[in-house]
């Protein structure tokens, strides 16, 4: 059985995933001279969005669990969330 960690790591690499796909392929489709080379830089967009998630999951992922706050820090907020 998977932990905790690991489950919130899969789900919010997944999301990640998506979201950087969608940036990097927004931005491959709207600047002309990169829509040129679509072809080449669309898989590679999603090579870099696959690659990529996991470590940028493993840093959001811990803070999805209250536990790793307090209460006082939860409250506070931090630079991502406020």
């Known amino acids: 059985m998977l932990s905790t960690n690991t489950w919130l790591k899969i789900i919010c690499a997944m999301m990640i995933n998506a979201v950087v796909f969608g940036v990097g392929a927004v931005m491959v489709l709207m600047?002309?001279?990169?829509?040129?080379?679509?072809?080449?830089?669309?898989?590679?967009?999603?090579?870099?969005?696959?690659?990529?998630?996991?470590?940028?999951?493993?840093?959001?992922?811990?803070?999805?669990?209250?536990?790793?706050?307090g209460k006082e820090r939860w409250q506070e907020g931090d630079l991502i969330s406020g």
């Open 31 to 69: 600047i002309p001279a990169l829509a040129a080379q679509a072809k080449y830089l669309i898989p590679a967009v999603v090579v870099i969005s696959f690659v990529s998630a996991p470590f940028i999951a493993s840093l959001i992922a811990p803070r999805m669990r209250l536990r790793n706050w």
